[in-house]
């Protein structure tokens, strides 16, 4: 009986798309062991009338209730019925707003999603995570001095993702493997544009990430020779002596995150920023 759940309802209101709001409700929920939230998830929530059916569901299951609503006097409502219905209520966004303002020194605009406002940068980084697609693992190497930004190294370091990652603070980023007797494309090498940095890391690490890699119904695949640190080492030796020969900076990703190897590629080229 100790190990038995309760389970309560947990109301999620959002003028935007909710997700912000979702992440904080499961983090929060989640420090309750004991306890499973059973969630209601209502976005897009901008006036009364759409207001209305939301506020019948929560009095017909009573829960904890938790909104970001940046327009006032709809947000104020949701806190009168909330109280009248006896359930408890927090406006999650309302304490950050105010240690802006507070900090800030003025009035916040409250305009409803202005997080995904489509604006110029917006754009970018929709731009630049297409580039990052149609110039992943090699693919379209003609344009590579249109990219910000070309990741080199040997398979399993991490080259698609932080590629991807680039791409969501709007830098083009393309990338492609090395593999020692296969000559690097000319365009490549007479680009002046892209910022050409290698990626590495320890032979122990790349045998480990390789080793989980599903590749067994690929036609002459060999997973021996794949995962074989002797093999990695030599592969590595090679991706090292290309990018000295060619004076590109080298980043060891083993013990790096994805954001940790991008923000070292970013202070690599500082008009990147």
């Known amino acids: 009986m100790e190990n038995r759940k ?21 983090a929060a929920a989640a420090q309750f062991r004991g306890a499973l939230a059973i969630e209601h998830v209502y976005p897009l929530i901008r ?18 209730v938790l ?8 947000a104020d409502h949701v806190a009168e019925r909330c109280k009248e219905i006896g359930v408890p209520s927090v406006n999650v966004l309302e304490p950050v ?17 202005a997080q995904h406002a489509l604006n110029a940068e917006y754009f970018k980084r929709i731009d630049a995570l297409n580039f990052a697609m149609d110039h992943d693992d090699g693919q379209l190497p003609e344009n590579y001095d249109e990219a910000d930004v070309v990741v080199i190294g040997i398979s399993r370091t991490s080259k698609t993702p932080t590629c991807i990652y680039l ?21 490549l090498l007479k680009a002046t544009k892209p910022l050409i940095v290698g990626l590495i890391a320890t032979s122990d690490r790349i045998s480990q990430v390789r080793g989980h890699r599903e590749l ?9 020779h794949y995962t074989d640190r002797a093999n990695i080492h030599e592969e590595l030796k090679y991706a090292r002596s290309v990018c000295a020969h060619n004076q ?16 070292a590629i970013v202070a690599l080229r500082p008009k990147l920023r």
């Open 47 to 64: 006036n009364r009338q759409q207001l209305l059916p939301v506020l019948q569901a929560i009095d017909e299951k009573p829960g904890i």
């Open 97 to 113: 707003l105010a240690s802006f303002q507070a900090y800030l020194g003025t009035m916040t605009r409250r305009r409803v999603g």
């Open 67 to 74: 909104y970001t609503i940046v327009d006032q006097e709809l």
């Open 216 to 224: 067994g119904s690929v036609t002459g695949f060999d997973r021996s």
């Open 248 to 263: 590109w900076p080298v980043i060891d990703v083993t013990r790096r995150s994805i954001e940790e190897t991008a923000a």
């Open 6 to 26: 309760s389970f309560f309802h947990l109301h999620l209101i959002s003028d935007s798309t909710g997700e912000t709001l979702i992440s904080a409700g499961r």
């Open 167 to 187: 791409a969501n603070r709007g830098i083009k980023a393309a990338n492609l493997p090395l593999v020692p007797g296969v000559p690097l494309p000319d365009s």
